[in-house]
């Protein structure tokens, strides 16, 4: 997994855009603004370039099969039970671990840290252990979000 600069991913926004035959100075400017890439900018890369972003590859892989499979549906769901919610979040670590098993080792860290692997693993223990809700409940909020940034079309358009 190659290190992304900030010059990496002006270059892949201008690319699109001119691909896409679209206007991407507002997110060009908030790139260049801000330290940590906006996550509008990750949603645009992603949905022109599934590749260009490899960190959500299991995230892809999962909005793919949304059909077929009712994880996407589960994992998007904000009234889902907890108990369903642990499940979701138990099959998506059974994902990431698919993911890390066809990466290289030196990849492996920043994508455990990138997709919060520890969290989710932590909230799954205590609410399996101590039957703690809120944990399970705060990672599928996130996880949520996560999925409405990457794959719905924004609303403000």
Do not use: C, W
């Amino acid at each position: 997994m190659k290190q992304l600069t900030k010059q990496d991913i002006l270059n892949k926004l201008y690319e699109i855009a001119e691909k896409e035959k679209l206007d991407f100075t507002r997110e060009v400017q908030k790139t260049i603004r801000n330290e940590v890439v906006p996550m509008e900018v990750i949603k645009i890369l992603n949905k022109y370039d599934k590749s260009f972003l490899p960190i959500y590859d299991t995230y892809n892989a999962v909005y793919l099969k949304r059909f077929n499979n009712p994880l996407y549906r589960n994992l998007r769901n904000p009234y889902i039970d907890v108990k369903e919610a642990a499940i979701a979040l138990s099959s998506l670590v059974t994902k990431m671990l698919i993911s890390i098993s066809k990466m290289p080792k030196e990849d492996i860290s920043i994508f455990s840290t990138v997709m919060n692997i520890s969290g989710i693993n932590l909230a799954i223990t205590n609410y399996a252990i101590y039957g703690k809700e809120d944990e399970i409940m705060e990672q599928h909020r996130q996880v949520r979000e996560l999925l409405e940034l990457l794959f719905l079309e924004d609303k403000e358009d």
